[in-house]
């Protein structure tokens, strides 16, 4: 945040700062002051007119009335007067004086902690109670733009991004080279994109629509699809997160797959899709699901044992002996 100078309101009585040594009057909101000069050669010089705080005779000096209580000049800084902040010495009455956050200042006090310049008519930041002009604050504390190696001021807009700082009019897209603002952007190496040319550039694009992958998508085969885009070949359902097949390199979910290319098992005649209990056996132009493997008689599991065929049937040792000896 910055600052400009204020001129004080002068201690806890005077309100206004007295600039001319010679100021007729002014003005206070609960108390009149009036600065004078008391002459020799009253009509009667038996009446006297004394400071109410010393009891100092007033005559031929100049004086400040508070209240209607007049007091000499020395009384009144002593009084009324704040105390500078930076040299710790009174504020005259007839000084200009500063203020900034309860603090009063000599005008020629109030300077640049840094470089030591006048703040008095200059914008100023505050940095752990120390006062710092502009140019020593910008220098000190704030970013400065990776794009165009200058300051970033302070109050600007300006924007940041893994501790790099850029003005807002400075952080442009590398392709199009038009300012991305608040946009979502995608960085790339040192170079940062809109996401309209990082699709153009570099996204890959779907196989089946042909439009670029901005997240996700499914890949397959070296090729890539939009979720959406990746169905079956047969009944069009989406294929991700699915079971799936392919002929050649066309996709199918199970059921199509099944219907239309699977092989039969010759003891279920189901189909023998490869999922599930993908495990079969083939012998010459048949082919059985492993749990369907057995003995065409007696029905014991021949999956890892000896077999004879007869005919359409499959038979075990057993079976096949008894069948000889009939």
Excluded at 108 to 115: G, I, K, L, S
Aim: hydrophobic letters at 25%; aromatic letters at 12%; a negative charge.
């Amino acid at each position: 945040m910055h600052f400009t100078f204020v001129e004080v309101e002068k201690g806890s009585a005077l309100r206004r700062i007295l600039t001319c040594q010679y100021l007729e009057s002014i003005l206070l909101p609960e108390k009149s002051c009036k600065l004078q000069e008391v002459n020799q050669g009253l009509d009667n010089m038996s009446d006297r007119f004394d400071c109410g705080e010393c009891k100092e005779s007033l005559y031929g000096r100049k004086y400040i009335q508070v209240e209607d209580v007049p007091h000499c000049i020395p009384c009144y800084d002593r009084l009324y007067a704040n105390t500078c902040q930076e040299c710790k010495e009174l504020i005259a009455h007839n000084a200009r004086e500063l203020f900034y956050e309860d603090r009063h200042y000599h005008e020629h006090c109030f300077r640049c902690f840094r470089c030591d310049r006048s703040l008095a008519d200059e914008p100023f930041t505050s940095q752990e109670e120390a006062l710092l002009c502009n140019d020593c604050y910008c220098n000190e504390f704030s970013s400065k733009c990776v794009a165009c190696d200058k300051t970033v001021m302070p109050g600007s807009k300006k924007l940041e991004y893994e501790g790099s700082a850029w003005h807002e009019n400075c952080f442009v897209c590398h392709g199009c080279e038009k300012p991305i603002g608040a946009q979502s952007f995608i960085p790339d190496k040192d170079h940062y994109y809109c996401v309209p040319c990082y699709e153009g550039r570099f996204a890959p694009r779907c196989s089946h629509c042909k439009k670029a992958l901005a997240t996700g998508g499914v890949s397959y085969k070296d090729e890539t699809w939009h979720k959406e885009c990746f169905v079956c070949t047969g009944c069009k359902i989406p294929l991700a997160g699915q079971p799936f097949t392919s002929q050649g390199d066309t996709p199918y979910c199970v059921k199509c797959f099944s219907s239309i290319y699977a092989q039969k098992c010759a003891s279920c005649n189901s189909p023998i899709t490869g999922f599930g209990e993908g495990k079969y056996i083939s012998f010459q132009d048949r082919q059985w699901h492993q749990p369907c493997f057995k003995c065409s008689r007696c029905s014991v599991s021949l999956v890892g044992a000896g077999f004879f065929p007869d005919r359409d049937q499959i038979l075990c040792g057993d079976c096949n002996n008894d069948q000889e000896d009939q």
